[in-house]
T-cell receptor, first 114, second 118 residues
């Protein structure tokens, strides 16, 4: 059974710091891995999607890497801003799973202090 | 182009009651998935609908049921509500149909329906 773990559960940093969020998964047979952002009481916003054949994806100040063989992904946020404060979730789709069946971690709650 | 819309945004029910949550998929999307997100947890997959049929189900009991309509909108029904059903219920749509996911099959999530069971 696929399990997705995110470390740390919570993180507080001063504005301007670079930071790394970690995600691990137990079964490497995945179609893709996706990082989401969730603001309090809101839905999910997709940030980056990495196909199983890819190693990384970048969007602005965000960079996500994928090491499928070791079951790990990292989300790197450069020059953090207070507006980055949110919960960050990673999710995978297993090979053989339906496209809507994402398996999520519990998230990392990020707080960026001005 | 509109995104995914869900209704109601908040509702309160008592134990044993039934609830129906609604979701309108994004224009051009034919697949809808439902998730349950308890406080402090990641979303848990309930089921997926494609062309009005259930196409994949998570570990949820039969009292969780759904429908998809010809316009691809969807309903989630929960019978015999329990206290642990209190959660944020998220709907997501995608354009990809029954096949495996590809780069284009990115889910678009709605803002959710917050259900409280007393």
């Amino acid at each position: 059974k696929q399990e997705v773990t995110q470390i740390p559960a919570a993180l507080s940093v001063p504005e301007g710091e670079n930071l790394v969020l970690n995600c691990s998964f137990t079964d490497s047979a995945i179609y893709n891995l996706q990082w989401f952002r969730q603001d309090p009481g809101k839905g999910l916003t997709s940030l980056l999607l990495i196909q199983s054949s890819q190693r990384e994806q970048t969007s602005g100040r965000l960079n996500a890497s994928l090491d499928k063989s070791s079951g790990r992904s990292t989300l790197y946020i450069a020059a953090s801003q207070p507006g980055d404060s949110a919960t960050y979730l990673c999710a995978v789709i297993n090979v053989g799973g339906s496209q809507g069946n994402l398996i999520f971690g519990k998230g990392t709650k990020l707080s960026v202090k001005p | 182009e509109t995104g995914v819309t869900q209704s109601p945004t908040h509702l309160i029910k008592t134990r044993g009651q039934q609830v129906t949550l609604r979701c309108s998929s994004q224009s051009g999307h034919n697949t809808v998935s439902w998730y349950q997100q308890a406080l402090g947890q990641g979303p848990q997959f309930i089921f997926q609908y494609y062309r009005e049929e259930e196409n994949g189900r998570g570990n949820f009991p039969p009292r969780f049921s759904g429908l998809q309509f010809p316009n691809y909108s969807s309903e989630l029904n929960v019978n015999a509500l329990e206290l642990d059903d209190s959660a944020l219920y998220l709907c997501a749509s995608s354009p990809g149909g029954r096949g495996p996911p590809s780069g284009a099959n990115v889910l678009t999530f709605g803002a959710g329906s917050r259900l409280t069971v007393l």
